[in-house]
């Protein structure tokens, strides 16, 4: 994505619609969504819907999944349910990413970009033989950026900041003419102060003392704010370490490829930042330590037979040891009379160790020339425990202290095994124009509840392992190259329904705690089409758009929990909501991109100049599951601006850029204030929420 000046995969929402992110107060909170799906809970024990794995090896949490990215072979989006093929299954999708692999010839590059907010971002790769069957490559990347929250407390430091770094290390042995061996050690790490948002109010004086709200407040607000007033900090580190050993044998005709990973990761965070002049949160702080291993077998064909075929064995183990502390000023929330410290505390220890043994398969028939059958199928047995502690620990002395929730223990494990697979039929109508069809039936492990209200749903009889998440997805589609191969036209059309889908249900009513929880929604369907085109137009210009529209619902979602406010004319009767026939959150209808490049060379120079332009819009968004109102984001689009010149030989590349060219204000999430302030609300924001602009160079030796 050099063109783009992006490394982050936050930048995908604008290549591929129907990919989107969800933000979140921290990483650990974020999730990614494919065809208006993802994981719409914070619960650690939980797999993602739609998972990340980069050169075989699948993420070990959300957290780590959103670190930077750099010199990359290709980046691929794999819609629907996932596991015929390789690796872990999941069940909307995956995010397949694959860096640049080490070879004998000499390459080094060296890249540097400055922008907007003091924006520095570095990479670069040096490649090359050590002897002539031992090939090394070794890369790396910094970011870092100034906070794009301003903060007005005195002394305070601005928000939302950017400071990361990562490298990888890759040696590639052909040990024999049949056997090549692939050795990757990779190091990454992101330190900020982060996910604080504008807010905006609708209340009475903030100078008004007598105004337990408004008058603890004191922070800016406005419908597109970028400012905040705020004591207190918002800290989190992220680092993860990966090994990554894969073994490729010519077993006579077939290929033998064996992927081993290993990863240590540690997530810290303490978000205490709420946007008001008072500290609400005294400590929220989480340490998450996440071992991960997988070993992966697979057998592939040598191809072009009458049955192409591929069979492996998957094996998954990892354990998570994590700890969260809260500690809440009841007064701060505005739930006391009294101008004094009342807290309320939360003090969670949880250990979670999951297990995933499957056979996978899949094979192509090819009937006639034309026509390919395809059909897959793999097994799963799953072996998760659960174990967590909620205490609520007395702070130092305080006015008054009352438990933040049930304190107890839980301990379970539960096992599980299902079959899922997948039927494609494929007809070549022309050399130029495919068209398919297929049903696959997918399948999510069982999510282990590590949020602290456990305790209460499990002494209600409820299991705190909940029940598989399980996708059917049927889909048509046409892939086709049309003049020559100069246009490319793709497109599909799907209808995709989960039963069980797991997501977080939460209580938030006034004079009340907030409580959270992990639990299955009965069934949500997700339906839409999408179309993409690349057009050669001539020899100087290239055109591409793609556009998605996604239709995602929950089909029955009876009992789920009432959105802050929510009145019986609004739909809350007995402290629920049906939310069946109700728009699923994190998920626009609409959203569409269009980009241009044209090149002009000048030789006597010998450079070819070149400008790259394109927009997304996006539909309006809603961020909450409950449907509140108050989150809600507005439709926007964006226009990036590219300008630039690069050698013939293709040694350098310098250019500007802009980006957000129009200066169209838009938000990452909407997030409910209202328990704190009647009627407000917190708009999160991304870098480029506001015009951006910058340079940027590449040298290539």
Known sequence: ??????????????????????????????????????????????????????????????????????DIERVEILR??????????????????????????????????????????????????????????????TSERDGIISNDYPGGDDYNDRKEWGAR??????????????????????????????????????????????????????????????????????ELDTAIVTFNYQWGDHTLTSITSYAESRLESDYRSVGIGRTLLVANTSVDDI???????????PGGEAVDYQVGLYYFDKTLDGTSLQVLDVYGVGQAPVPDFIYATKLAIKDVDSKSYAAFGQATWHVTDTTRLTAGLRYNYEDIDLGIVVTNPEPPPALLFIPFTTAGEVI??????????????????????????????????????????????????????????????????????????????????FYTEFEDFHATVSTNEPGELPDFNLGNVDEMRSQGVELEMNFKASENWLLSANVAYIDAE??????????????????????????SGKEASNSPDWSYNVSARYDRSITSLGVNAFAFATYYWQDE????????????????????????????????????????????????????????????????????????????????F
């Open 412 to 493: 379970e494990n539960r096992t599980d095994n299902a079959w899922s697979g997948r039927l494609i039929l494929e007809h070549d109508v022309t050399d130029q124009v495919m068209v398919y069809g297929s049903i696959a039936r997918g399948y999510k492990a069982p999510g282990a509840n590590t949020l602290s209200a456990v305790v209460d749903t499990h002494a209600l009889g409820l299991d705190a392992i909940i029940d598989p998440e399980i996708p059917t997805n049927f889909e048509v589609g046409l892939k086709s190259t049309w003049w020559d191969h100069r246009m490319m036209v793709n497109a599909a059309m």
């Open 291 to 301: 071992e991960q291993f997988t070993q992966e077998i697979r057998l592939t064909s």
């Open 1 to 70: 994505m050099s063109l783009r000046n992006e490394n982050e995969i936050s930048a995908l929402v604008k290549i591929s619609p129907g990919f989107t992110i969800k933000d979140g107060s921290s990483d650990n909170d974020r999730a990614l969504y494919i065809r208006g799906v993802g994981t719409q809970s914070f619960s650690r024990g939980v797999d993602q819907s739609v998972s990340v794995v980069v050169d075989g090896a699948v993420a070990t949490s959300t957290g780590t999944s959103l670190l930077d990215f750099s």
């Open 80 to 141: 629907g349910p996932q596991g015929m093929l390789f690796g872990k299954n999941a069940s909307a999708g995956v995010l397949n990413v694959t860096t640049a692999k080490p070879h004998q010839d000499f390459d080094m590059a060296l890249g540097i970009s400055y922008g907007s907010k003091e924006e520095i971002k570095t990479h670069g790769f040096f490649n090359g033989g050590i002897t002539e069957d031992l090939a090394a490559r070794f890369s790396f990347y």
């Open 621 to 700: 968004v809603q961020y909450s599951v409950g449907g509140n109102p108050l989150s809600k984001g507005d439709s926007f689009g964006l226009m990036d601006l590219t300008l630039g010149v690069e050698s013939d030989d293709g040694k350098y590349q310098v250019q500007v850029f802009v980006k957000n060219l129009f200066d169209e204000f838009n938000v990452t999430s909407v997030s409910d204030l209202s328990s704190i302030v009647p009627f407000s609300k917190v708009n999160s924001l991304g870098y480029t929420y506001e015009r951006r602009m910058g340079v940027a160079a590449t040298y290539r």
């Open 554 to 579: 929950y089909s029955s979602y009876e009992g789920a929990q009432c959105y802050n406010g929510q009145t019986e004319a609004q739909g809350c009767v007995n402290d629920s909501q049906d939310l």
């Open 169 to 238: 290390l890759q040696l590639d042995y052909a040990i024999s003419d049949d056997l090549d061996v692939l050795v990757g050690l990779s190091h990454a790490e992101r330190d900020v102060l982060c996910c604080v948002g504008g807010v905006e109010i609708n209340t009475t004086d903030p100078t008004d003392p007598t105004d337990p709200f408004a008058f603890t407040l004191q922070t800016p607000s406005g419908k597109e704010e970028d400012h905040t007033f705020e004591n207190d900090t918002s800290v989190a580190d992220t």
